[in-house]
């Protein structure tokens, strides 16, 4: 099992790469360890949906190396135990790959959808709604450039 998830993270590895994003040394303890963690957003998204889905997959990676890079341990309470402006800040810089990922591939459904279920999140700090809304924006415009052409 572990070395099946750490074949997954090789490859979304590179694929992060061709989007100029550099993750440090992520193992599958890693992941798995993050997706362990509580939230307080009650997402209800399995590791198995993360395993089974490379944007999904990408989002978890690049959100643990922003913690890594901070220099936060992973722990069970991590998201629950820290600011909100900071589990948002790290959230929408893996969303962004994400859905940059999903752009180059010619998903525009699922950065839709994506955009559609981040527009309505009811937990994301007042403060953040401008620089979420920037994103979100940028990728809208995105998917309607992708349309016209």
């Avoid at 953040?128 to 016209?148: C, H, M, Q, S, T």
């Amino acid at each position: 099992m572990l070395a099946e998830i750490e074949g997954k993270i090789e490859v979304a590895k590179r694929i992060l790469e061709s989007l100029n994003y550099h993750l440090s040394d992520i193992s599958a303890q890693d992941l798995i360890d993050y997706m362990s963690t509580e939230t307080f957003t009650g997402d209800t998204t399995t590791f198995n949906d993360i395993l089974g889905n490379e944007y999904l997959l990408i989002h978890e990676l690049v959100e643990i190396n922003e913690w890594k890079r901070r220099g936060v341990k992973i722990y069970k309470g991590l998201l629950i135990d820290a600011p909100r402006t900071l589990v948002y800040t790290i959230h929408y810089a893996a969303l962004e790959k994400e859905l940059e990922y999903a752009l180059r591939k010619g998903d525009c459904k699922w950065v839709e959808m994506r955009v559609k279920n981040s527009l309505e999140d009811p937990y994301i700090p007042e403060e953040l709604k401008p620089y979420a809304k920037n994103i979100l924006e940028r990728f809208i415009k995105a998917i309607e450039d992708v349309g016209k052409s």
